[in-house]
């Protein structure tokens, strides 16, 4: 019988293996504490640094999970990647306020 853990928890160990490659280029130390970057879009991807609150939201909990799926833990970009248009991130981060 699996255990399954919260999504959150899960959310965590993606996030962690993304940053934990150990890169320290320009791009991974222009983001202040608390947030954190990600990159979305469906075919190009376009870099977002968004605040690490946006992890416990169960609407972007649910875009992990298709990430999840769609990458596993190898995600091709380095960090956290989102399959979904650039639109659909935009709307769902401004309403959670997490720009």
Do not use: W
């Not at 293996?17 to 202040?32: K, Q, V």
């Not at 690490?52 to 909990?61: A, D």
């Not at 970009?77 to 997490?98: H, K, N």
């Amino acid at each position: 019988m699996a255990i399954r853990m919260p999504r959150i928890i899960l959310a965590r160990k993606i996030l962690k293996r993304s940053l934990s490659n150990g890169s320290t280029t320009p791009a991974s130390t222009d983001i202040p504490k608390g947030y954190f970057a990600i990159y979305v879009g469906e075919q190009e991807k376009k870099r977002f640094v968004v605040a690490v609150s946006l992890l416990s939201e169960p609407t972007f909990q649910e875009l992990l999970h298709q990430a999840e799926e769609e990458f596993g833990y190898n995600h091709p970009m380095g960090g956290l990647t989102i399959p979904c248009s650039e639109d659909v991130f935009t709307d769902l981060a401004s309403r959670l306020g997490a720009f």
